[in-house]
């Protein structure tokens, strides 16, 4: 792969959120005969099913099983502009490949920008309970369409790297079947593509591709999958310097998502160089988004301390997406990182305040 790979933003979705009835009123003016509506979320808004291709090869993926999770909605949208503009990439893909989408299973929780859906419930947690009806929509589709491989696709926070330093921007997973991590011929399948896909992107996007902890969650959808005999894929899109909105991120996931179906349409179920799987760094729980160093307390004692921030992403009265800095941590953080760090040495902490409180939003200023 090249920088020349084309890439076109969908101008009609330009940012990270994305509302239910503007990406349906989309999809129906532009793939009236190409999408279905195949369920209803926990609160009655339809979920969507996009399916393209003639192929014998059959890909089912889903976007936003946590709502907040938009950029593979993005992606996928971002991907079909490529399409049109490059039917040669299409043509010969889908000729050996069919694709069944599912565009925002979480309507409920995309609406509102929350992880889970209207009820509270983590549908990615919800296989084994079939609680919500966004599970049971997914279940009835994968379980029924004798699917060669599945395309799980997720956010990540801007907590991880690849190595300490650069953020892990992409990271892929092939889930484990067993509490074991038993390197299974599934396992073998999805670790072949994501390999496939790591090869391709490494040089464009050098550092900051990752694996995923294998560790096997008994209740998650890519496990319970895996463990009933279908190749599941998981995308993880996070962070990348200076990009809360994660442009550049969407940018390189469209990428992976071509070059994961490219991959599937080549290697049809063969298990090729899925070694190349393990020379990919894992993922690090190392950065927060901010660090106030040697922070200078209003206290009747000397109090000198280090506070780390998280930007939590909330919907504001327009639905106009926003990053509110919270008070994640306070303390001795030499052993922490983060994306932006601010010596405070010799500055004074304005607040009205002795001190700041845990898990609130950030109401000082260092100056």
Known sequence: MTNSFPYFQNVNFPKRYISPEKLFSYLQDNYSDQIKEVGKSSLGKPIYMLSLGTGNIKVAGWSQMHGNESTATLAMLDLLA?????????????????LDFIFMLNPDGSENWTRRNAYDIDINRDFLMNSSNEMRVLKSIVLE?????????????????????HPATLSFLASSENFEREVTE?????????????????????????????????TSSGDNLMKLGIPSILFE???????????????????????????????????LSYETYFDIPLNKETHFDLIYRNVKLNTEFECIMDIAVQYREMLDDSKELTYQ??????????????????????????????????????????E
């Open 82 to 98: 490529i399409f049109e503009k490059h039917p040669e990439l299409k043509n010969k893909l889908f000729s050996l490949i069919k």
């Open 145 to 165: 369409g004798d699917y060669a491989y599945l395309l799980n696709l997720h956010d990540q926070r801007t907590i991880f790297t690849t190595d300490g330093q």
């Open 186 to 218: 599934n396992r073998k399948k999805s670790m072949a593509v994501i390999a496939a896909i790591y090869m391709q992107m490494k040089q464009v996007l050098p550092n900051r591709i990752a694996t995923y902890t294998d560790e096997f969650y008994p």
């Open 237 to 271: 899109g996070g962070y990348y310097e200076n990009d809360l909105e994660r442009v550049k991120t969407r940018e390189y996931y469209t990428q992976a998502l071509y070059f994961a179906l490219k991959a599937i349409s080549v290697l049809k179920g063969d298990t």
């Open 325 to 366: 800095p919270y008070v994640i941590e306070v303390g001795d953080l030499n052993h922490k990182k983060a994306w932006k760090e601010i010596d405070c040495t010799g500055k004074k902490f304005i607040s009205q305040k002795k001190f700041p409180k845990l898990d609130s939003l950030v109401d000082f200023t260092i």
